[in-house]
């Protein structure tokens, strides 16, 4: 059983900041690319920022210069620093990893979300 474990959301003004964990846990193997996603109600869900094992990080234009992912490899965590917050970014923050559990399989796993909420 793989459980992937979201906190740090909440609700914060325009241009203030918040930080997002995300645990992935139990019967893991190895653990490649892990990523955020977000989706904001009636939209689909889009790509934050993604992370590969070995550091490499891509960001979706509307997260540049305003949020940083970063990874724990130890401890199967990642981050999402996000600051200068914009009331667009209001949405559920999802955790998603694509690893191999003791089942031996690569997959895909996603945890249950965070809402964000930022006022204008």
């Known amino acids: 059983q793989v459980q992937l474990v979201e906190s740090g959301g909440g609700l914060v003004q325009a241009g203030g900041s918040l930080r997002l964990s995300c645990v992935a846990s139990?019967?893991?193997?190895?653990?490649?690319?892990m990523g955020w996603y977000r989706q904001a109600p009636g939209k689909q869900r889009e790509l934050v920022a993604t992370i590969t094992r070995g550091g490499t990080t891509n960001y979706a234009d509307s997260a540049k210069g305003r949020f940083t992912i970063a990874r724990d490899i130890v401890k199967n965590t990642i981050y999402l620093q996000m600051d200068s917050l914009k009331p667009e970014d209001t949405a559920v923050y999802y955790c998603?990893?694509?690893?191999?559990?003791?089942?031996?399989?690569?997959?895909?796993?996603w945890g249950q979300g965070t809402q964000v909420t930022v006022s204008s």
């Open positions: 139990g019967s893991i193997l190895v653990v490649n690319d």
């Open positions: 998603n990893a694509h690893l191999i559990s003791s089942g031996g399989n690569w997959d895909n796993y």
